[in-house]
């Protein structure tokens, strides 16, 4: 009797050790949820969801605080991302957070700029270069596209421009099936 | 001096159609009126154009410079006048425009002045940076600098490989080079072999070009070397492929993610060797080709044509037949559809294939696969087609990548062989570009998600650092008041501060004396009625004052 118990106790404290061992060397920092969510939202932050950025959006998701279809720049193929990763439905982009539209980058137009630093505050991810009473520009490599910085703008100097393609971004298209007339 | 040749997997053999336009030697092709040379020569960078428009440039000379590591010099193909540089049509599947230097010939054909480059005596770093000057890339038809691939990698390179297969159909410039300038091939396969200290040379032939073999033969044995050895190949399509002609010649098969230079191996089209062999011999660099033109022409044939020559005013010299209906940059396997006739020779255009209804019927309609696995037999990359299939076409471009997707070489034997009629390669091609497409975006995305946070930080430490100053400001003030406090209930001064302090007592004395010795000038000399006036009036202010007392304190 007296040796099943000591063999079980023993048991109990070594598998015990391990687990508490394996609770600190392999500890997890953060919510990877959180993390796999924002890998697939698109990092335009935006805040067309309705919230401050991608990553509070993606926090939200996982909480079951926000809808997997309130993000109009990653458009069907993000939510479907989103459902196939959370195991939820899918359901078509929410009209009131906005419509898909092509990727596009913001430009200033610089005769008619008066150097308010408005847009320069307003954009998320630093991509306007400019000094008060000073021309600004727009990074457009590091432009995400999230028409923040057009309504600050008290001349209306900012337009959204779509992105051209050229010989290093074209992509070749899916192949066309033929169809055939049988009868 | 190779003992055994070995095997590819796969590969197939379609009707080599070499004979129609081997019959004529290489003719000279006459200059257009109007050359446009794309900056973007080599096959993933542009250079940095360095001419004007209006500027006069003799041929050879450099108008666009080489900037980043895959990049290569450009040169005027012939000397003339710079009209525009502005983006033109290039020969690209997509058909879009590219900037290009516009050049009016003057028909002279001044060269600028050519130097012999000294090989001996230079370094082999040296020697490539020259090379990269004289815009010598691959010929074969991919355009990759060759400077680059005569880096001594990490193991160095012991055999150099001379790509003389030509294995699609139609296409016969290396064919007809190697007949003619054999000996100049080889002379600048030896600089190659110089410059990356390989030991030995080969060259790989396919057997369905005998005159060429027996040429570069007989340069060999002109040249009395016994490290170069002339290799007839077995003719079977993708022999000329790279990775699969190092097979056949050494044996070693590459593996994925793997280059020849890992295995001391590198293989260099004959067409670049020979342009190697002009640029260090004669000090010319690269601002012609061989271009064959074949299939629906009335008089097919091989022709040196000057870089940025418009495929318009080429075709004339081989005659397209009246059915033409279509043309094709390369050969009919690996080849694109050229979308229009302004777009130039650029260095990699080895073929204009001319198509008609007949001779190119345009494909039938594509029909299920039936899993038939032919596509896999006839695989030269050993992939299996049909699955990379399945997942390209339903955008399952994960699972694609685990089959390799990556390693196809686009030959197009699987879509060859199809009994269906499937375009593979269209599929795959589709699948590479929109996966290279989300690993940019998501690279662009992982910036953007660092620059926010990066923002959020600098945002908090700005409200901390103005915070901050804020309570470093209050602190400041308290500060002050205390010192006030401390100075007001200081106890007894000393006997030097008291004698300070009487100093400023009795000067302030002084002043107040002054000021009362000083009166002022309107009221000094009154007589009595005006002093007797003024103090009516300051009886009455004092009264009005009275009275206004009880009204202010209502007000309030």
């Known amino acids: 009797m007296i040796e099943a118990l000591l063999v079980m106790a023993l048991g109990a404290v070594i598998l015990g050790a391990a687990l508490g061992y394996a609770a600190v060397r392999f500890r997890v920092e953060g919510d990877p949820l959180v993390e796999k969510i924002d890998a697939i939202l698109p990092q335009t932050q935006c805040g067309q969801c309705g919230f401050p950025g991608c990553k509070p959006y993606a926090q ?79 990074i457009a490599t590091q432009c995400t596209g999230c028409e923040l910085c057009i309504a600050p703008c008290p001349v209306d100097c900012i337009r959204m421009e779509g992105i051209a393609e050229t010989v290093d971004s074209w992509k070749w298209k899916y192949p066309v099936v033929a169809l055939r007339r049988v009868a | ?125 040296q020697a490539r940076d020259y090379l990269r000057d004289c815009g010598i890339v691959g010929l074969g038809g991919a355009g990759f600098p060759s400077h680059v691939k005569l880096g001594p990698g990490e193991k160095g390179i012991q ?184 777009v130039p020779v650029i260095k990699a255009t080895n073929c204009v294939l001319a198509g008609s209804p007949t001779l190119f019927p345009a494909p039938p309609p594509e029909m299920p696969c039936i899993r038939c696995g032919e596509c896999a037999k006839a695989c030269p990359a050993e992939l299996q087609p049909f699955e990379l299939y399945w997942y390209s076409r339903a955008k399952i471009f994960g699972k694609a990548q685990e089959y390799s997707l990556f390693d196809c070489i686009e030959c197009g034997c699987c879509s060859y062989v199809c009994p269906s009629r499937i375009p593979l390669v269209d599929y795959f091609r589709f699948a590479k570009a929109e996966i290279w497409a989300r690993e940019k975006e998501k690279a662009a995305a992982d910036t953007a998600r660092e620059r926010y946070e990066f923002r959020l930080a600098r945002e908090e430490r700005e409200k901390q650092e103005k915070a901050a100053k804020l309570a470093a400001k209050t602190a400041a003030g308290r500060e002050k008041a205390a010192a006030a406090l401390a100075e007001a209930q200081k106890p007894a001064r000393t006997p030097e501060e008291e004698a300070k302090h009487a100093l400023i007592a009795a000067a302030l004395e002084r002043a107040k004396a002054q000021k009362e010795q000083a009166h002022p000038e309107n009221v000094s000399d009154l007589t009595p009625e005006q002093q007797a006036e003024i103090t009516a009036i300051e009886a009455r202010r004092a009264e009005i004052r009275e009275q206004a007392k009880p009204h202010l304190r209502q007000d309030d």
């Open chain 1, 60 to 138: 939200a998701i996982a909480k079951g605080e926000a809808e997997i279809n309130q993000c109009p720049p990653g458009g069907d193929e993000g939510i479907h991302k989103l459902a196939d990763l959370l195991g939820r439905e899918y359901k078509p982009l929410s009209a009131e957070h906005g419509i898909e539209k092509p990727k596009s980058v913001a430009v200033i137009d610089e005769a008619a700029c008066i150097g308010c630093t408005l847009c320069i505050q307003a954009c998320p991810v630093d991509a306007i270069v400019g000094a008060a009473k000073q021309m600004h520009t727009v």
């Open chain 2, 1 to 125: 001096m190779i003992a055994q040749l070995f095997r590819f997997k796969g590969g197939i053999k379609p009707n080599s159609h070499k004979d129609e336009s081997t019959t004529q030697p290489i003719k000279l092709a006459p200059l257009p009126p109007r050359l446009v040379v794309p900056l973007r020569q080599s096959a993933r960078a542009m250079a940095r154009c360095i001419v004007e428009p209006g500027q006069d440039v003799l041929k050879g000379q450099v108008i666009a410079v080489a900037e980043g590591p895959l990049c290569t010099a450009v040169h005027a193909p012939t000397s003339g006048t710079v009209r525009a540089i502005e983006p033109q049509p290039i020969p690209h599947p997509s058909g879009l425009p590219a900037p290009s230097v516009v050049i009016e010939p003057d028909g002279e054909e001044r060269w600028v002045e050519r130097f012999p480059f000294d090989i001996a005596t230079a370094t082999p770093q």
């Open chain 2, 159 to 342: 055999t150099l490989i001379l790509n003389g297969a030509e294995c699609e159909p139609w296409i016969t410039c290396d064919d007809r080079l190697m007949r003619e300038r054999a000996a100049q091939i080889l002379a600048g396969a030896a600089m190659m072999r110089h410059i990356t200290g390989a030991r030995r040379i080969l060259v790989g032939i396919e057997d369905n070009k005998p005159q060429a073999i027996e040429a570069m033969r007989q340069a060999a044995r002109e040249l009395g070397e016994k490290e170069i050895g002339v290799v007839a190949v077995p003719t079977r399509y993708p022999a000329g492929g790279e990775k699969q002609l190092i097979r056949v010649l050494t044996g070693i098969e590459i593996p994925y993610g793997k280059l020849g230079t890992h295995f001391g191996v590198q293989c260099f089209n004959v067409g670049s060797a020979h342009a190697v062999y002009r640029a260090i011999a004669h000090g010319e660099p690269l601002v012609s080709r061989i271009v064959t033109l074949s299939g629906n022409f009335e008089r097919p044939g091989n022709f040196e044509v000057a870089i940025g020559t418009p495929i318009r005013d080429l075709l004339p010299l081989a005659v397209p037949r009246a059915d033409t209906n279509r043309y094709i940059m390369g050969g009919p396997m690996m080849g694109v559809g050229l979308q229009s006739l302004d």
